[in-house]
């Protein structure tokens, strides 16, 4: 549950057959990165860490609220003994590119044992087949204010599927400089799975599976 929660607080700071997936937080991006598109369907995301597991999955869902705004919400229901996490963000995707790169802002907030919040800033260009996006955040948790940067790439390859990595850097909140590696694999054109490592670098990684359902 440690790991998760260190996770999300990250990220507080991220046409083909692949849906597109909500994070961990509920952002439609990778893993933890979101990327600077809005959601144009409603996205339900499901997920469980090997290495730590619930009684009840991470559960994320996106939602278009119009064109180019996203609302999503991300929910962690440990066992008795840790406290639910909530998070709620929106993103803005901005009707604007620099030198072909896509821009967006978000905003996040979380509830989890102490209240947080965030704001972001969101980019996204796609290189020689590979997207890269970026999410620059400020934000505050428990009364301590941090930044951050997190980063991930994703290639789109053959048979409807995606490989994804992400870097993250440390914070002041807790956050420890690590990586995420994932493969995601679409079975249609409305449902994916994923499987990956998460937090590699800190002790152990998290292996984590996963299913997204887009409508």
Known sequence: MKKIIVSMLVIMGLTSAV???PT???QTGGLLVADAYATKSIEIGVYQFADEPSDYPLM?????VMDALELSASLNIP????????MINGKYELPIDV???KLAVGASYMDYQADGWAVSAIGTKEIY???LSANISYGEFDK?????LVIGAEKRMANNMVLGAEFMTANKI?????ANLYLRYSLNINFEVLGGLNDIGNNASNIIIGGVYSF
Do not use: I, N
Request: proline residues 3%.
């Open 19 to 21: 849906v597109a997936a």
């Open 24 to 26: 961990l937080s509920g």
């Open 60 to 64: 994320s869902v996106a939602v278009p």
């Open 79 to 86: 066992d008795a003994k840790d406290k639910t996490c909530f």
């Open 99 to 101: 030198k072909a790169v």
């Open 129 to 131: 087949g590979v997207e």
């Open 144 to 148: 301590d204010s941090y930044t951050d």
């Open 174 to 178: 807790g956050a420890k400089s690590g």
